[in-house]
């Protein structure tokens, strides 16, 4: 998974608390993102961190030179459920965006499957962390049931 300026400390250690129950064991986070060893991170990893291995890197860069397929939270991107997954999915990056503006323009070129996620209520959006959430759940899931 790679995160993209994610900058609030409760949502990037609820997004390495996510990565390590889904067993995603590294992400690949933007240098603008919160610092991991912030007290708040921490805590909300809840013991999380070490377990999961958390890099700080360009991402551009990053995904430029990725051989894998990048599966990016857009709100343009084909719903959930309508596309097939590959099962058992063993590689691939899911890219989350900014808590308030999304995925970098920058970052955009790289999504090899837009996706998002069907909305059926009013709320005006998820955070990052539950989006990673449901994001991991609906691609990781199939490969359980295998």
Same mark, same amino acid.
């Given at each position: 998974?790679?995160?993209?300026?994610?900058?609030?400390?409760?949502?990037?250690?609820?997004?390495?608390?996510?990565?390590?129950?889904?067993?995603?064991?590294?992400?690949?986070?933007?240098?603008?993102?919160?610092?991991?060893?912030?007290?708040?991170?921490?805590?909300?990893?809840?013991?999380?961190?070490?377990?999961?291995?958390?890099?700080? !890197?360009?991402?551009?860069?990053?995904? #430029? $030179? +990725?051989?894998?397929?990048?599966?990016? =939270?857009?709100?343009?991107?084909?719903? /959930?459920?309508?596309?097939?997954?590959?099962?058992?999915?063993?590689?691939?990056?899911?890219?989350?965006?900014?808590?308030?503006?999304?995925?970098?323009?920058?970052?955009?070129?790289?999504?090899?499957?837009?996706? !998002?996620?069907?909305?059926?209520?009013? #709320? $005006? +959006?998820?955070?990052?962390?539950?989006? =990673?959430?449901?994001?991991?759940?609906? /691609?990781?899931?199939?490969?359980?049931?295998?």
């Amino acid at each position: 998974m790679a995160l993209d300026g994610i900058r609030d400390p409760g949502n990037m250690g609820t997004l390495i608390r996510i990565a390590d129950w889904f067993g995603v064991d590294q992400l690949i986070v933007s240098e603008d993102s919160a610092d991991i060893f912030n007290p708040k991170v921490v805590q909300a990893t809840m013991g999380s961190i070490f377990r999961t291995n958390v890099y700080y !890197k360009d991402l551009t860069r990053y995904l #430029a $030179e +990725s051989k894998v397929p990048v599966y990016g =939270a857009l709100l343009n991107g084909m719903p /959930l459920g309508s596309f097939p997954i590959p099962v058992p999915m063993t590689e691939g990056i899911i890219l989350i965006g900014n808590e308030s503006i999304g995925i970098s323009p920058a970052l955009l070129p790289f999504i090899t499957q837009a996706v !998002k996620i069907p909305q059926f209520g009013q #709320a $005006e +959006s998820l955070n990052a962390a539950v989006a =990673a959430a449901v994001l991991l759940g609906h /691609l990781k899931i199939p490969s359980y049931r295998q």
